[in-house]
């Protein structure tokens, strides 16, 4: 069973900053697609961000573009998002996602064959 180990969720005042991370076994992490997912109560799970780690290709959800970073650190097998200028709207269990298909991912679709167990995000106004 593949673990992603997530951390770095908090609750935290608009404007306010979060990093999140996930750790990947190697053979997960490696020339694939990660990727950041969150969910809101009673609305669907959504991209916010994906890397794929062998060329670093980013992708960015129009809703956090300019205010969030997803990057990478090869030598850890570890997956980050920085979230900087936080907004209510960004309260959200975040989840880690592994082998993610990055194009589909680009045209909305949530689609990923490994997840962690999310890690809460919550902005107060």
């Known amino acids: 069973q593949v673990q992603l180990m997530e951390s770095g969720g908090d609750s935290v005042q608009a404007g306010g900053s979060l990093r999140l991370s996930c750790t990947a076994p190697?053979?997960?992490?490696?020339?694939?697609?990660m990727g950041w997912f969150r969910q809101a109560p009673g609305k669907e799970r959504e991209a916010v961000a994906a890397?794929?780690?062998?060329?670093?290709?980013?992708y960015y959800a129009d809703s956090v573009k300019g205010r969030v970073t997803i990057s990478q650190d090869k030598a850890k097998n570890t997956l980050y998002l920085q979230m900087n200028g936080l907004k209510p709207e960004d309260s959200a269990l975040y989840y880690c996602?592994?082998?993610?298909?990055?194009?589909?991912?680009?045209?909305?679709?949530?689609?990923?064959?490994?997840w962690g167990q999310g890690t809460q995000v919550t902005v107060s106004s």
């Open positions: 996602a592994a082998h993610c298909v990055f194009e589909a991912v680009v045209q909305g679709a949530v689609l990923a064959s490994y």
């Open positions: 190697a053979n997960v992490f490696i020339n694939n697609c």
């Open positions: 890397l794929y780690t062998g060329d670093s290709r980013t």
